[in-house]
């Protein structure tokens, strides 16, 4: 790797000599959910093509009040479903943005297209149109936001971007299932959402993941949908192939397993506001941090709890004392234009000729990528106290 990139690598992860007394993240698992699973079980209807996995996309339709849902094996089967649903294909660019999770940029890939990277807003977590559109290609036909961290990005300007420029436009909802934006569910603007099932996602099949769509073609929409998740099969003729496709499917256990946590969703996101006001209580006074930014558009539940120390070392110290206290902590994403696949498998990335500017720029804004990182945010919050003996 460049210099320049190795020297914005983090330190190994911190270990502790007895495991994790808190681990950052944990699944939120319905009370029901034990009694479903035994209930499909019984009854057979553990696969992908039994009823109990149609019934979890209801719920996510009636949660969502969207007209088309599908359930997916994880949230890169569900953003390659969406951009073949989207027919992106290969010759066309997907603006994405650099500070997020690697699958967003896999599925791009992996569906022949060309990611684009986009840089966060200044002192933001999310891109705003202004960046989005200083990376517009004449080959670009779909926009992927991903609402970093729980925090929402400005969906009205984007969602009015995209329809004034014919763009498609995605949501990645993985890390914000019942985040708000002025009141209304992220995940309801874009011409697609998806969202990850991971167990450390707001809900959980343990790995899973789901299309959203108000696409006024839902029959053609589910078709297709159904067709793409199964190798191409036809509903006219079981045996014939008429696309390439892979397995993306959800089983009947998975669907069973999260379906009822679901209607949960509210009582989580209240979990995680109380827990992110005690974070900020605990932690403003503390010396050497930076917290982050408060949701602009809605309730301040935030998926991870984030916060960037002075520099790079301190940020490594805290970790390390955090780590031997049995406390669990993870850096933040590293930038997707810098990841090696990138910068030395595909020809004339974009934005890798930028590094020096980008990381510059980042050095002197927030420092994302070389001096933050996060914190659990989950129903364990009492030991948010010993932070308090923190000396920096």
């Known amino acids: 790797l460049p210099e320049r990139v190795m020297e914005m690598l983090p330190a190994p992860e911190p270990k502790p000599h007895n495991g994790f007394r808190l681990q950052v993240s944990y699944p939120y698992i319905s009370p029901d959910s034990r009694q479903k699973v035994l209930n499909a079980i019984d009854d057979g209807t553990i696969s992908s093509a039994t009823s109990v996995v149609a019934e979890f996309e209801e719920e996510l339709k009636d949660f969502f009040g969207v007209s088309f849902a599908k359930a997916c094996s994880s949230g890169y089967s569900a953003l390659v479903l969406a951009l073949k649903l989207a027919s992106i294909t290969e010759g066309d660019d997907v603006l994405i943005p650099s500070f997020t999770m690697a699958a967003v940029m896999n599925s791009v890939i992996t569906v022949g297209a060309r990611p684009v990277f ?61 985040t708000e934006f002025n009141g209304h569910l992220v995940g309801r603007f874009g011409d697609f959402a998806c969202a990850s099932l991971y167990a450390n996602k707001t809900i959980t099949s343990g790995d899973g993941g789901f299309v959203l769509s108000n696409n006024e073609t839902k029959t053609i929409l589910k078709d297709r949908a159904n067709s793409y998740t199964n190798h191409g099969f036809s509903k006219q003729f079981h045996f014939l192939h008429f696309e390439h ?121 927030m420092g994302i990528e070389t001096r933050d990182f996060f914190f659990p945010l989950h129903l364990q919050p009492l030991i948010i106290q010993n932070y308090q003996g923190l000396k920096m």
Request: hydrophobic share 40%; charged share 25%; glycine share 6%.
């Open 118 to 178: 986009v840089d966060c807003e200044q002192g933001k977590f999310n891109p705003s149109v202004s960046e989005y559109a200083g990376k517009v290609t004449p080959s670009t036909k779909a926009l992927i936001v991903c609402h970093t961290y729980g925090i929402p990005a400005d969906c009205a300007a984007l969602q009015g971007f995209c329809k004034s420029n014919g763009f498609i436009f995605i949501e990645d909802i993985a890390e914000a299932i019942g």
């Open 245 to 365: 496709s892979g397995n993306y499917k959800m089983s009947g256990l998975q669907a069973a397993f999260v379906m009822p946590a679901v209607k949960n969703i509210p009582e989580i996101m209240e979990d995680r506001r109380r827990i992110a006001e005690l974070y900020r209580k605990q932690l403003d006074s503390v010396s050497g941090l930076k917290l982050m930014p408060l949701n602009p558009f809605g309730k301040d539940a935030p998926w991870m709890f984030g916060v960037l120390a002075d520099n790079k070392q301190k940020r490594t110290y805290i970790r390390r004392k955090l780590a031997d206290m049995g406390i669990e902590t993870r850096d933040f994403f590293f930038p997707l234009h810098l990841q090696p696949l990138i910068i030395q498998n595909l020809k004339s990335p974009p934005d890798v000729k930028e590094k020096r500017t980008y990381i510059r720029r980042k050095l002197a804004d």
